[in-house]
């Protein structure tokens, strides 16, 4: 919570940012027709003046805020006790969530190449065993999990949603 | 705890770049030979499960609801049961991709109309007919002029001398892009009036257009017997002119436009497309099928009841008739201009 | 009243009856599920209705309807995922109440307050179907424009600490609601040379991943820091279901019930609103009549009350205009029209004349299927809970899986996949942030309706002013001029007060 003003800044730019790409697009759209007198363009841009003139006030906040407290008391944060450990924790967590997003990452990857059964059942035991207390007893427990779910899940979108996830190799 | 962990994703990541790296050379080995005959069994033996009908329009609409009801009776000469999925979007083209880029093995189907053709001329795609197999044009739904009874005007005629006289009074609504714009367009220059005395408005499809209309808020758009019929009987809209060769059977009185000295008559012609390169014993069983249903008494007096009219046209003569079709909307693309 | 007797008759019979309750299983189950939608279920179950008679497939799809939109509130309560978009401000209060111990009375509420709701808006329906539907279409583009100018007005009270990011939050939704083809002149829009893009952002991917993937790292943390324990659960607390008590508590807010109820259905018969609009109209109308509105979003009963009570009456609603002029509310209604049209009946407003016994069986199957939902949510409540129960190193993969399923099935389309992926890391960062996510839903699911009415107004007249003189347009500019002068008032009293406890 301590850097809470740095990162709205660093927000604010990101947004300022993608709000200049978008409207230096935004004049590549088509003119208004005959009647159409506001065209396809002119929405876009009512919304990123909005967003852009947001962005910029919370920049403008976040920074004179900054100033005002340059030393960082802790006035920011919440409550004072168990910060040490609070930061432990939303470090933990930091890492967890990376650690999620790389394994769905490579998920999604392999899905098209290995196909839904292949892919999703090491997807399924894995990512179940990173997220346990890691004892070898509940490893049946998910991976009966993981296979039952694979199958049910592929067999009912094929049989009743006419919708055939991608078999991959197993072709 | 934190190596373990580490090892596992670096494990796994490896193993995504490993699959992703490998399958397709391990696909391409195979013998050419075997292939061709196993091509010719795939023939032989089609079809082994169900085949998917994409449908590029939102469930409950016009095209919607006759695929689905022609597919009922169609995958009954098919012994595989014909799974209708809609994708809608994009005039249409999220759904006729799919099927584009499908594999051309007679198990990925496309029910579809005109609009192929009109979301190529209106740019939203950089393809047309030729992206597909025709298999056969199945219905044409003739097109119907409409407006609020509360208007003066009593056929398309009088609308349009208005019109004239006073050119950017009458607000038209229309699905820019789609095929009820090109026939607006197509009805103005068989009228040889300019195409700006009317004022176009876009609405997405023909129920917003209706809803508008009847709110009085525009002043006409085209619809068809299914869609506005309840209305009409109701006696909020009215007809103005029929755009076909002759009056349909639902509603004897309502001029033709042809009758009224426009030329136009033109529907949206609804038929069944396969990818490219779609074996032609597979095309044959699907078109089979589908005369098959075309032919069923049941399934016919349902679509006629819609106010649709069955127009049979095996793969052949549909390949032709989409040609002449293509010329027609290059011509009225050219309008748009 | 004979035809009454008659469709009662009709509706009242074995057949009909266990088509209902099997539809609004199936519904159910759908709107359960995040990633699958009510339109699908009703989309799958039309080819069933060919071989049955009019009143037995419209009955079917009224269950699967009324069961959608209870199911919905399931994962959103016990996960924190809305399983369907009309279910979002459901788990603003009823993922914290189950977080702290009590999924079974958020459950309870949500359930009942669905029922008691959508029989609100199916006595509206049933009394007064034809002049409400008649007024509604005097909403031209003027008027939706400025009835969407006050729905956005909502999220400035949409319960964030920043005010400024809750706005930026909703520009963002806005914004990604111009991407793909434009919805008056059809031109292509910020596609990057992606054909995938051609219809911008689908939906669904978007709403799972924004909350979805943050909700599952927050569970999945949770799992991990708190107990080193094996039997670490997903929810803590009883599986026990107060329907009592829960009845009690929903009929001691009557006042919110019926309101809400009566906002749902109202917002149901207006062409393009939907129950996303009536959801969270209902939730901000409670929050702003209540003595105690920064309670809201803590988990409190009345915001799950309104929530739900909303979208449900959005089910009676939208029934409005599809029944009194043949428009449909919504998809869903769409298909049910469609369904009428096969059987050679012609929707339109003629239909109460000439088929009066199918439409009182209309409405009696309405009210028929909310009872089978709540029969079956009372059998089959305690199973959801028990998977809730599941270890929470089992249940996160497999809602992430289900996740990407769901995204998959919606267009046969791997790209969305990605778009889920995309959208739950946008979700994690923003809210890691303190931007709230519920603004960025409804601006995208507002964007293109704000886009379109204020093109065709200004298409069929350039005359801007009319937005001014046109009385029901007017009305709603006024009401919001007035919702935000409310929340900056709100947000400076709550500063004093913070402002007098701290100092």
């Known amino acids: 919570m301590v ?4 990162w709205d800044a660093v927000l604010a730019v990101v947004m300022l940012l993608l709000v200049a790409f978008m409207y230096w697009h935004t004049y590549a759209l088509p003119q208004a027709g005959k009647w159409d007198r506001l065209g396809p363009a002119a929405w876009p841009r009512m919304v990123l003046m909005v967003l852009g003139l947001l962005s910029l006030i919370l920049l403008v906040t976040s920074l004179a805020a900054g100033r005002a407290q340059p030393s960082r008391q802790p006035k920011e944060r919440p409550s004072g006790e168990g910060s040490t450990q609070e930061s432990r924790s939303n470090r933990a967590k930091a890492r967890l969530a990376v650690t999620i997003f790389a394994l769905m990452f490579a998920y999604i990857l392999i899905i098209p190449k290995l196909g839904f059964v292949l892919s999703s059942i090491p997807f399924l035991v894995g990512c179940q065993w990173i997220l346990s207390p890691r004892q070898t007893r509940l490893l049946p427990g998910m991976v009966v999990l993981a296979v039952a779910l694979t199958l ?20 | 705890m934190r190596k373990s962990l580490l090892m596992v994703l670096v494990a796994v990541i490896c193993l995504a770049l490993l699959a992703s790296g490998c399958a397709p050379e391990a696909q391409e080995e195979a013998k050419p030979q075997a292939e061709e005959k196993a091509a010719e069994e795939a023939v032989a033996k089609y079809p082994e499960r169900p085949i998917q009908l994409v449908i590029p329009y939102k469930p409950g609409g016009a095209t919607d609801i006759i695929f689905r009801l022609v597919c009922k009776y169609a995958e009954k000469h098919l012994g595989q049961p014909i799974v209708c999925v809609n994708m809608p979007g994009a005039t ?32 939203v795609v950089d393809y047309a007919f030729e992206a597909f197999e025709p298999i056969c044009l199945i219905t044409s739904t003739p097109n119907i002029a409409t407006t609020h009874s509360d208007y003066p005007w009593n056929t398309m005629k009088e609308l349009l001398e208005e019109a004239k006289s006073k050119p950017g ?4 609504s229309t699905t820019f892009g789609s095929t009820d714009h090109f026939f607006i367009l197509g009805i103005l220059e068989a009228a040889g009036v300019s195409k700006d005395v009317l004022r176009l408005v876009g609405y997405e499809g023909t129920g917003p257009q209706l ?127 | 009243m004979e035809f009454l007797i008659q469709a009662a008759a009709e509706v009242f019979t074995a057949k009909v009856l ?16 995040p990633g699958f939608t009510i339109t699908m279920g009703i989309a799958l179950t039309l080819p069933f209705t060919f071989g049955m008679s009019p009143i037995e497939g419209l009955a079917t799809m009224l269950g699967v309807y009324v069961g959608g939109y209870s199911g919905g509130q399931i994962s959103g309560i016990l996960l924190g995922i809305p399983g369907t978009p009309s279910s979002i401000c459901t788990t603003f209060d009823g993922h914290p109440m189950a977080k702290k111990g009590q999924p079974g009375r958020a459950l309870a509420l949500g359930v009942i307050s669905s029922f008691l709701g959508g029989l609100v808006g199916a006595v509206v329906l049933i009394i007064t179907a034809v002049p409400i539907a008649r007024f509604a279409l005097r909403f031209g583009p003027w008027e939706i424009f400025s009835l969407i100018v006050f729905a956005l007005t909502l999220i400035a009270s949409l319960g964030s600490k920043s005010l400024t990011k809750g706005l930026m939050a909703g520009a963002f939704g806005l914004l990604l609601a111009t991407f793909g083809i434009d919805p008056v002149a059809g031109q292509l829009r910020f596609t990057f040379g992606l054909h995938e893009l051609t219809d911008g952002f689908e939906f669904l991917p978007v709403l799972i991943g924004l909350f979805a993937l943050p909700q599952m790292i927050d569970a ?13 659960s997903f929810i803590e607390g009883s599986i026990q279901v107060p329907w009592l008590a829960g009845l009690r508590e929903v009929l001691s807010q009557w006042v919110n019930l019926v309101r809400s109820g009566l906002i749902g259905c109202m917002v149901g018969a207006l062409p393009a609103a939907g129950g996303v609009t009536s959801n969270f109209l209902a939730y901000d109308q409670a929050q702003k009549m209540s003595k105690h509105p920064e309670k809201f979003g803590t988990g409190i009963p009345d915001g799950i009350i309104a929530s739900e009570a909303g979208n449900n009456g959005t089910a009676g609603g939208s029934l409005i205009p599809t029944i009194a002029l043949g428009i449909p509310g919504n998809a869903i209604t769409a298909v049910m029209l469609g369904a009428l049209i096969l059987h050679g009946i012609t929707p339109g407003p003629m239909l109460l004349r000439h088929e009066p016994v199918l439409v009182y069986g209309v409405f009696i199957a ?32 497999a809602v992430l899986t289900l996740c990407v399923v769901g995204s998959f099935a919606l267009n046969n389309r791997f790209f969305d996949v990605w778009v889920f992926l995309l959208f739950g890391l946008i979700g994690y960062l923003l809210s890691r942030l303190g931007v709230p996510l519920a603004p960025v839903v409804l601006g995208l699911i507002l964007g293109p309706l704000a886009e379109s009415n204020l093109r065709q107004a200004l298409m069929i007249n350039p005359n801007p002013n009319l937005f001014f003189t046109r009385p029901i347009s007017a009305l709603f500019l006024g009401i919001s001029l007035l919702s935000i002068a409310y929340s900056a008032w709100q947000i400076m009293r709550q500063r004093k007060r913070t402002l007098a406890e701290t100092g």
């Open chain 1, 152 to 171: 049910v899940v592929n067999y009912v979108f094929a049989r009743y949603l006419g919708v055939y996830l991608p078999s991959g190799i197993l072709r």
């Open chain 2, 211 to 337: 809803t508008a209309l009847l709110g009085k808020h525009t002043h006409g758009c085209m619809a068809n017997v299914a869609s506005a019929m309840g209305h009409v009987e109701a006696g909020d809209l009215k007809f103005l002119g029929v755009a076909w060769e002759s009056r349909l059977p639902q509603i004897p009185d309502v001029p033709t436009l042809k009758e009224q000295g426009i030329d136009f008559a033109h529907a949206t012609n609804r038929g069944v497309f396969a990818p490219k390169g779609t074996p032609e014993g597979i095309l044959k069983k699907i078109e089979e099928a589908f005369r098959k249903a075309m032919e069923d008494p049941e399934c016919k007096a349902k679509i006629e009841e819609m106010g649709t009219l069955v127009n049979f046209k095996p793969r052949e003569e549909y390949v032709k008739f989409l040609d002449e079709l293509m010329k027609k909307y290059d011509k009225l693309a050219q309008m748009m201009k």
């Open chain 3, 366 to 397: 309405l009210i028929v299927a909310h009872f089978s939902m709540l029969l079956l949510q009372i059998v089959g409540l305690r199973g959801f809970l028990r998977i809730a129960k599941a270890p929470s190193f089992s249940l996160v993969p």
């Open chain 3, 220 to 232: 999945a943390a949770r799992g991990r820091t708190e107990t080193k324990q094996v039997d670490s």
């Open chain 3, 18 to 33: 266990a088509l209902i309750t099997l539809g609004a299983l199936a519904g159910i189950i759908v709107g359960a599920i």
């Open chain 2, 169 to 172: 009074e009458i607000v038209w």
């Open chain 1, 3 to 6: 850097k809470t003003r740095k």
């Open chain 2, 92 to 123: 249409s083209t999220v759904g006729s991709r799919h099927v584009k880029e499908a594999r051309p093995d007679g198990y990925t189907l496309l029910g579809s109309h005109d609009v192929i053709a009109t979301a190529f001329y209106s740019g």
